[in-house]
């Protein structure tokens, strides 16, 4: 198993870039670390393309893929199993942020801090768990949260 790391890191995200980072979050966890199958991971991950590099790291969807797939070749069931757990709590929290963009049409952008499982060897990293939304955007500026 390669060296991983964590931290924080603050991006701001439009709703198209939510919900887009949710869904390839989703197939990360379901083809690469449930079920592992590259090339399915390569053909789910190509509708989100435009927010792989920021998200995860990795510019495509090959690269992504082959990440992905390398780090879980090398891990234990339980590993895999923990590693699904946090993922799905990363998707829950961008689904949060998601749906309060929805419910508020009045704001366009996010601020938000997020926690990262960074997989260093493979070079892509995922969203661990619940974050910290810090401002939000409307058409006035910037609102602090």
């Known amino acids: ?4 790391k964590e931290y924080i ?3 701001t995200l439009t709703k ?5 980072a949710r869904r390839a979050q989703a197939e990360i966890r379901q083809d ?3 079920q592992p199958d590259e090339s399915k991971l390569v ?4 509708a989100f393309a435009t927010v792989l590099s920021l998200m995860f790291k990795l510019p495509t969807p090959v690269t992504l893929a082959a990440g992905v797939i390398s780090a879980v070749g090398g891990m234990l069931p339980s590993e895999i199993d ?8 990363g998707e829950d929290f ?3 942020v998601y749906d309060f963009l929805y419910d508020n049409p009045e704001y366009d952008l996010v601020e938000v801090k997020l926690p990262f499982l960074e997989f260093i060897d493979e070079g892509f990293r995922i969203v661990q ?3 910290i939304v810090t401002k939000v955007h409307a058409g006035s500026g910037w609102i602090l949260l």
Request: glycine share 16%; no cysteine.
């Open 82 to 89: 923990t590693l699904t757990t946090v993922s799905i709590m």
């Open 9 to 11: 890191d603050t991006l």
């Open 43 to 46: 053909e789910g991950l190509t």
């Open 32 to 34: 690469g670390f449930s």
């Open 129 to 131: 768990g619940e974050g």
């Open 16 to 20: 198209d870039e939510l919900y887009k």
């Open 1 to 4: 198993m390669g060296t991983r």
């Open 94 to 96: 961008l689904d949060e």
